[in-house]
């Protein structure tokens, strides 16, 4: 593996080197890259104008963070950050200078890339979905053809600069970010396959959410008894980041489980709550849905700019938890019902 490593070392200096006024590119692909940007932007606009998609997108997101986050526990996947430092590798000499960047000292292991993954996983859901839509459509087959080459080119192009943004900060190896690239589009097209999750009952989302919360800290605590600690990847961030405030609690294995679990459960909570009900009743016309989509994303910003401190590990995780379901909560129930009740008030009005 050592060898492995040290290619993936110089295919990141290769880059830092020769492709530095790409830093913007990559620093931004590797941003969006996150299932953030899934949450707080993709799902809303999928959710009201595909309400199937936006589940499935939900799903897949999910579950593949979750599968991610065993699979780097199982595989003690190294990052290049802290490897060059600790390797015998490159013996007595000095080890190979590699550049840090505000998003390079994530505290997880690093096999197999988590980004890489989760866009994959993303974008397939994506260009599926549109990909259906113009066949049912009855999109004519030459413009098919042409749109189907079309997008699995972007989306190729767009696992390509996060791959390649995963490498420049020195976050993951090469062989990483192909391993997450894989099992991300693996990941969604199983899931895809999966009809029930589009008529899921609460209690099958309470459960779900119990189970894979239930599995990962039993599986945690297993592996402790038996003397392994799978939080030895936070004390080589500490260690070897050349800023302290670079290291994040928000990218340990921890919290990016209750955040996915949270996210779940929001969606159960609103898609059975009695105020989606009562607006999912009623037909909904174009403007409608594009105003929800517009509040829906205005108002998740101002949500994602809630932040909270990170000294008590339990309140951290709690409301982390909370911030993930209310950030589905907004999409699916509140803004809908809202924007309905404010109609139909001043429908009434003008019929006074």
Not at 117 to 142: D, F, H, N, Q
């Amino acid at each position: 593996m050592d060898l492995l490593h040290s290619w993936g070392v110089e295919l990141a200096i290769h880059l830092q080197t020769k492709h530095s006024s790409y830093e913007g590119l990559f620093s931004f692909a590797s941003t969006v890259a996150d299932l953030h940007t899934a949450f707080f932007c993709f799902f809303p606009i999928w959710f009201h104008l595909r309400r199937d998609t936006g589940l499935r997108l939900v799903w897949v997101a999910v579950l593949g963070d979750w599968l991610n986050l065993v699979l780097k526990w199982v595989l003690f996947g190294e990052r290049p950050y802290w490897w060059v430092h600790e390797t015998r590798f490159y013996g007595a000499g000095p080890a190979p200078a590699l550049q840090q960047f505000p998003i390079t000292c994530e505290t997880g292991p690093g096999s197999p890339s988590g980004h890489a993954m989760g866009a994959a996983a993303v974008w397939y859901v994506m260009v599926t979905a549109l990909l259906s839509i113009a066949t049912e459509k009855r999109c004519p087959p030459l413009l098919y053809k042409f749109l189907q080459i079309s997008l699995w080119m972007l989306m190729g192009l767009i696992e390509l600069v996060v791959c390649m943004s995963r490498v420049y900060m020195a976050a993951h190896f090469p062989h990483q970010v192909i391993a997450g690239v894989i099992t991300g589009v693996l990941v969604a097209e199983v899931v895809s396959r999966q009809k029930w999750i589009y008529s899921a009952s609460m209690k099958k989302y309470f459960y779900t959410t119990l189970f894979l919360t239930s599995f990962a800290v039993g599986f945690y605590l297993l592996l402790k008894a038996l003397g392994v600690d799978l939080l030895w990847t936070l004390q080589k961030a500490q260690k070897w980041c050349v800023r302290a405030e670079w290291v994040h609690l928000d990218t340990t294995p921890f919290a990016s489980l209750l955040r996915n679990m949270g996210t779940l459960f929001g969606l159960g909570l609103g898609l059975h709550s009695p105020l989606y009900t009562e607006t999912k009743k009623k037909t909904t016309s174009t403007s409608f849905k594009i105003g929800c989509i517009i509040i829906s994303l205005l108002l998740l910003q101002l949500l994602d700019g809630w932040t909270f401190s990170s000294e008590n590990l339990e309140t951290f995780y709690f409301l982390s938890f909370g911030k993930s379901a209310v950030a589905l909560l907004i999409p699916t129930t509140l803004v809908p019902w809202t924007l309905r009740w404010i109609f139909k008030g001043k429908k009434e009005d003008k019929n006074l």
